[in-house]
């Protein structure tokens, strides 16, 4: 089945640096979006990128697709102590509307 | 701004019991979906809900599982005779149209003994 799967990586960053995430996934793809998860809390929609766009920006949050490498990746700037979270990449199939989500990357900033 | 809210946020039962788990989506949402987490893996689908009916499901959906729309607000998933392995955070999300943003409750963890 359809998943996106993330690099396997847990980031520890001091605050101000940036922070990139990998996400990479097996099919054809409608959109891939990136989800924020707070420990134990439900997940926070952050960007959706559809499979007919290469780059995306919200605030300091920079999203691209590679649909050739079936890849994506979130880049955070300047990162803040309140971006500590799990990030999670869901990646939705054209005709569907479920996410598949990935393992997800636990991302800490240090004050 | 509106949310999706769930009740309760912890339920513990034993197994075999019948649990009912609530979610109320966002009023203007068309689409209704469940979402379970296994500590320490990933968000998994289980099943998505439009116009009064199952629209899509996961191999995990099976039949110890149900879910009902019993009012305008309420969204309910239903797991007849719950196992050990069906303890989990589970997760109700609502959106306004299909395939894109999902907004997410805060969850229910389900304990199952």
């Known amino acids: 089945s359809q998943q996106g799967e993330e690099d396997p990586q847990a980031l520890s960053i001091q605050e101000g640096e940036n922070a990139t995430m990998n996400c990479s996934y097996k099919?054809?793809?409608?959109?891939l979006q990136w989800y924020r998860q707070n420990s134990g809390r439900g997940l926070v929609h952050l960007i959706l990128?559809?499979?007919?766009?290469r780059e995306k920006h919200s605030g300091r949050l920079r999203v691209t697709l590679d649909t050739s490498k079936k890849s994506s990746s979130l880049l955070i700037t300047a990162s803040r102590a309140a971006d500590t979270a799990s990030y999670f990449c869901?990646?939705?199939?054209?005709?569907?509307?479920?996410?598949?989500f990935g393992k997800g990357n636990q991302v800490v900033v240090i004050p | 701004e509106p949310e999706v809210t769930q009740t309760p946020s912890h339920q513990v039962t034993q197994m075999g019991q019948e649990v009912i788990l609530r979610c109320v989506p966002i009023?203007?949402?068309?689409?209704f979906y469940w979402y379970r987490q296994i500590l320490g893996q990933k968000v998994e689908f289980l099943v998505s809900?439009?116009?009064?009916?199952?629209?899509?499901k996961s191999e995990i959906f099976d039949d110890q599982f149900s879910v009902e729309r019993p009012d305008g607000s309420n969204f309910t998933l239903k797991i007849r005779s719950t196992k050990l392995e069906d303890s989990a955070m589970y997760f109700c999300?609502?959106?306004?149209?299909?395939?894109?943003?999902?907004?997410f409750g805060p969850g229910t963890r389900l304990t199952v003994t």
């Open positions: 999300a609502s959106s306004r149209q299909a395939g894109y943003e999902q907004y």
């Open positions: 099919t054809s793809i409608n959109n």
């Open positions: 990128i559809r499979s007919n766009e």
């Open positions: 869901a990646t939705v199939v054209s005709g569907n509307n479920r996410l598949a």
């Open positions: 009023s203007n949402h068309l689409y």
């Open positions: 809900f439009y116009n009064n009916e199952i629209s899509e």
